[in-house]
């Protein structure tokens, strides 16, 4: 038998994790444990399983146990790593199921035990009825609650990427609902200008958007039936609280594996800790950005897959490199298309640069057609050099694409008069013969 890798979690980076070592190195025993019941699954369809655009909670699980046993896997579910001793290469772990405990030996580990939604101590917190949306387990928890009868008014604590996802689930179920944020705007990752046309599309379809409302408690009698936020009271028969994820780290930090600046666990550009033959990958740990060159906490599904393709690839014997992320991200909101990469002009700022930003308007499809919805558009540049910084992007179609020509365009260094220079397609059903990405492009250079 050769020797043995074990990776802790099995959600995106670590199935992707142990899927490339087993291609890498076929005699290497693999195992994987997760704690929850399910392995390989797509976290960021959970809001459309709710919704009702997906029928089962099955139809969001890439691969099972049983599939990835065939590949020589051995995915355990409902096994909880509880310590690892890095010099004697040893970990506790538990069978949930039994309770059992015993003892594991490994040559080699790759940790990815993901991140945890963020849990703010509220008052009333633990009334039933209030869910945070990170596992299947919660996504199902969520599904069964949301099929009693008098389950009408929905709150939504936190305006990020899953809030806002679950804000048009809820709706679309013909819930009432309430998004309350502690901030001025909704997406904080976006510049206000541009986060104020995500607040007009909320409000356009009945969602109930209370901003700079900090909540102060949860009521009710056993299950939640209001919310206190910003001096008010909002009645709830269920909330969904999205404040934020976190790394998971304590199993890292007793482990002494080492934190970055950002409280994730710091890693090199092979996915390699401070611990010889230990790598970390995915929610749990940095990543390079490309644009400021220092380590961020971007916890995305993509990061995830990349990330832990590399640390099994290098943990079965490879040399494979993950260069690093923009922060791309997109979401859907009732019919907008919400997108940004790089950095905001408040991050640039906050970073040192010295910001120049333009902002337009222009019309996703040629003017004559139809139907030619617009695209706002703002780009934030180095003033002097012209260097591409980041970019944010709002409208009803065309964004989701384009954004990804201007991440590409970050992770070259790329300036504005880069941009401007494109062989971007046309056609009148799919662009203006000047894209909105050139027309930004030529404001910025004048």
């Not at 791309?328 to 010295?354: C, I, N, P, Q």
Request: glycine fraction near 10%.
């Amino acid at each position: 038998m050769g020797q043995r890798l074990i990776v802790v979690g099995g959600s995106a980076a670590g199935m992707s994790a142990a899927a490339k070592a087993r291609r890498t190195n076929e005699n290497l025993e693999i195992v994987v444990y997760e704690k929850s019941r399910f392995v390989s699954y797509g976290s960021c369809g959970f809001p459309y399983f709710l919704k009702g655009e997906i029928p089962r909670i099955e139809d969001l699980i890439v691969r099972t146990p049983q599939e990835f046993f065939k590949q020589g896997i051995h995915a355990k579910i409902r096994h909880q790593v509880l310590f690892i001793d890095p010099q004697e290469r040893t970990m506790q772990v538990r069978n949930l199921e039994t309770g059992e405990e015993f003892t594991e030996h490994w040559d080699k580990l790759i940790l990815t035990t993901g991140g945890i939604a963020a849990r703010p101590p509220i008052r009333g917190l633990a009334l039933a009825g209030i869910f945070t949306l990170r596992t299947p387990e919660d996504a199902l928890a969520v599904h069964a609650w949301l099929q009693q009868a008098d389950v009408k008014w929905g709150v939504i604590v936190g305006g990020g990427y899953i809030g806002l996802e679950m804000a048009e689930a809820l709706a679309a179920r013909g819930l009432h609902v309430t998004l309350v944020e502690m901030l001025p705007q909704v997406m904080p990752g976006m510049d206000p200008e541009m986060a104020a046309h995500v607040l007009e599309e909320l409000r356009r379809n009945q969602v109930d958007v209370r901003l700079e409302h900090p909540v102060e408690a949860f009521e009710g009698d056993g299950r939640v039936r209001a919310v206190m936020a910003g001096g008010e009271r909002f009645p709830a028969d269920v909330v969904i609280l999205s404040v934020g994820v976190k790394p998971e780290v304590a199993l890292a930090r007793a482990a002494g594996i080492a934190l970055g600046p950002t409280g994730a666990v710091a890693v090199d550009d092979h996915q390699r800790t401070n611990l010889p033959e230990v790598w970390a990958a995915g929610d749990v740990a940095e990543a390079l950005h490309l644009v400021t060159g220092k380590p961020a906490y971007i916890p995305l599904g993509t990061t995830a897959n990349k990330q832990g393709r590399v640390a099994g690839a290098n943990a079965a014997g490879g040399d494979a490199i993950f260069p690093g992320v923009v922060g791309t991200a997109v979401v859907k909101v009732f019919d907008l298309e919400v997108a940004h990469t790089g950095l905001s002009e408040r991050s640039a700022r906050a970073e040192g640069y010295d910001v120049e930003t333009v902002t337009i308007s222009a019309p996703a499809r040629a003017h004559y057609m139809p139907y030619h919805p617009p695209i706002h558009l703002k780009l934030v540049f180095e003033r002097g050099s012209q260097r591409l910084l980041g970019a944010q992007m709002v409208g009803q179609e065309g964004v989701a694409k384009r954004i990804d020509v201007l991440a590409a365009a970050l992770s070259a260094r790329w300036t504005t008069y880069d941009l401007a220079g494109l062989d971007l397609s046309y056609a009148p059903p799919f662009a203006p013969v000047w894209d909105p990405i050139l027309v930004a492009a030529n404001v910025a250079n004048r």
